[in-house]
């Protein structure tokens, strides 16, 4: 009978340890609730039967669903792609779409002031006039361009920054695989709060990068990215580093570090995450918007220019180019072994696209 009282003491005693620190975790991120599991203890064969003997605590489990986590984690992952996106999108629009710093007022101004030279072609306010408007439009293209390069920058920094934060998790993952691993010699007694901890880095770092976790037998979790490439493998953390890309250096690209080797990573594979969403932006948005700018500034002066050519000045002379147009930039590729110069020129602006153009030779 004493063995059985203080077997039910001991019991209320692991709950109320149990609940206390529930409820000193209760604002801890990524914690779970704990509880006790309890079993009656095996009884004891009599004349009159079986005797029970008390209760036994088996194990402290947390109220945890693989499933609803997994689904959390992937909600979170898409949400800090968009935010990432939306974020980086606005400066685009902040920057084009101005009423004050953006392009078409600039535009209609040159414009306005074209038609009064039309009208009144004699008159020299007019005409110094539009050289000051011109030259606004082409300080204001320029403006733009530099706004769109900073933009880049920036992008550029924060996939850099968003590695290293990464590289950073994937560490710690792997740090609390090997503890985990260590304590955990039965699987039905788990090390909660480590679990919790490790789940709460998980969840951190989908927010910067979309994973896909792996659960092994011994309690460790492995963890990938991309096309199947491993960031964490037990106790062993591999790292992404950020890197010039090899058709631009201008451009950040992301690789992946393995034996010492560094392969970068296809931008498309990297879904999910602020890093995915910054990826995405840059490919999608910026780089067509940039050249976009580029297209209607070129398409406006070249066309300007063959006009202009063809009429006269106040002292009867022909007239020359309005505006100067500065020659496509051609960037080789660092891999090239080659010492060929390769320059570029642009006959037809209307069929120019929005499209970064590359030069390969396979032969």
């Given at each position: 009978?004493?063995?059985?009282?203080?077997?039910?003491?001991?019991?209320?005693?692991?709950?109320?340890?149990?609940?206390?620190?529930?409820?000193?975790?209760?604002?801890?991120?990524?914690?779970?609730?704990?509880?006790?599991?309890?079993?009656?203890?095996?009884?004891?064969?009599?004349?009159?039967?079986?005797?029970?003997?008390?209760?036994?605590?088996?194990?402290?489990?947390?109220?945890?669903?693989?499933?609803?986590?997994?689904?959390?984690?992937?909600?979170?992952?898409?949400?800090?792609?968009?935010?990432?996106?939306?974020?980086?999108?606005?400066?685009?629009?902040?920057?084009?779409?101005?009423?004050?710093?953006?392009?078409?007022?600039?535009?209609?101004?040159?414009?306005?002031?074209?038609?009064?030279v039309a009208t009144n072609p004699a008159s020299l306010p007019s005409r110094q006039s539009l050289l000051s408007t011109g030259a606004a439009l082409a300080a204001r293209f320029n403006t733009l361009a530099t706004n769109f390069n900073d933009l880049r920058s920036g992008v550029n920094g924060q996939i850099t920054s968003t590695v290293a934060e990464i590289n950073s998790y994937s560490e710690q993952i792997a740090d609390l695989n090997g503890r985990i691993m260590a304590v955990q010699i039965n699987p039905s007694q788990p090390p909660n709060d480590l679990l919790d901890a490790r789940d709460a880095l998980v969840s951190q770092l989908n927010q910067l990068?979309?994973?896909?976790?792996?659960?092994?037998?011994?309690?460790?979790?492995?963890?990938?990215?991309?096309?199947?490439?491993?960031?964490?493998?037990?106790?062993?953390?591999?790292?992404?580093?950020?890197?010039?890309?090899?058709?631009?250096?201008?451009?950040?690209?992301?690789?992946?570090?393995?034996?010492?080797?560094?392969?970068?990573?296809?931008?498309?594979?990297?879904?999910?995450?602020?890093?995915?969403?910054?990826?995405?932006?840059?490919?999608?948005?910026?780089?067509?918007?940039?050249?976009?700018?580029?297209?209607?500034?070129?398409?406006?002066?070249?066309?300007?220019?063959?006009?202009?050519?063809?009429?006269?000045?106040?002292?009867?002379?022909?007239?020359?180019?309005?505006?100067?147009?500065?020659?496509?930039?051609?960037?080789?590729?660092?891999?090239?072994?080659?010492?060929?110069?390769?320059?570029?020129?642009?006959?037809?602006?209307?069929?120019?696209?929005?499209?970064?153009?590359?030069?390969?030779?396979?032969?």
């Amino acid at each position: 009978i004493f063995s059985i009282g203080v077997s039910g003491l001991a019991a209320a005693q692991a709950g109320l340890l149990t609940t206390g620190h529930n409820i000193s975790n209760a604002n801890t991120v990524g914690y779970h609730r704990q509880s006790i599991q309890q079993s009656a203890v095996a009884p004891i064969s009599s004349s009159s039967g079986f005797l029970g003997q008390g209760v036994l605590v088996n194990t402290v489990v947390r109220a945890y669903s693989q499933f609803l986590d997994t689904q959390l984690a992937q909600a979170q992952s898409q949400a800090s792609y968009y935010t990432a996106y939306h974020a980086q999108l606005a400066q685009i629009d902040n920057t084009v779409a101005d009423a004050n710093t953006g392009v078409s007022p600039a535009l209609q101004d040159f414009f306005s002031a074209l038609q009064n030279v039309a009208t009144n072609p004699a008159s020299l306010p007019s005409r110094q006039s539009l050289l000051s408007t011109g030259a606004a439009l082409a300080a204001r293209f320029n403006t733009l361009a530099t706004n769109f390069n900073d933009l880049r920058s920036g992008v550029n920094g924060q996939i850099t920054s968003t590695v290293a934060e990464i590289n950073s998790y994937s560490e710690q993952i792997a740090d609390l695989n090997g503890r985990i691993m260590a304590v955990q010699i039965n699987p039905s007694q788990p090390p909660n709060d480590l679990l919790d901890a490790r789940d709460a880095l998980v969840s951190q770092l989908n927010q910067l990068v979309g994973t896909t976790v792996i659960t092994q037998t011994d309690g460790s979790i492995n963890v990938v990215i991309g096309n199947g490439q491993n960031l964490v493998v037990g106790r062993q953390a591999m790292s992404l580093t950020a890197v010039p890309g090899l058709d631009d250096p201008r451009r950040t690209d992301v690789g992946y570090v393995a034996n010492g080797n560094t392969v970068l990573l296809n931008q498309g594979s990297l879904q999910g995450g602020s890093l995915g969403g910054l990826l995405a932006f840059r490919s999608n948005e910026l780089d067509a918007a940039q050249n976009a700018i580029g297209r209607v500034a070129l398409g406006i002066a070249q066309t300007f220019n063959a006009q202009h050519s063809l009429g006269q000045d106040l002292n009867g002379a022909l007239g020359g180019n309005f505006f100067s147009v500065s020659a496509p930039v051609v960037i080789g590729r660092s891999t090239n072994s080659g010492t060929a110069v390769v320059t570029a020129s642009i006959a037809n602006t209307a069929a120019l696209t929005t499209s970064d153009y590359r030069l390969s030779y396979a032969g």
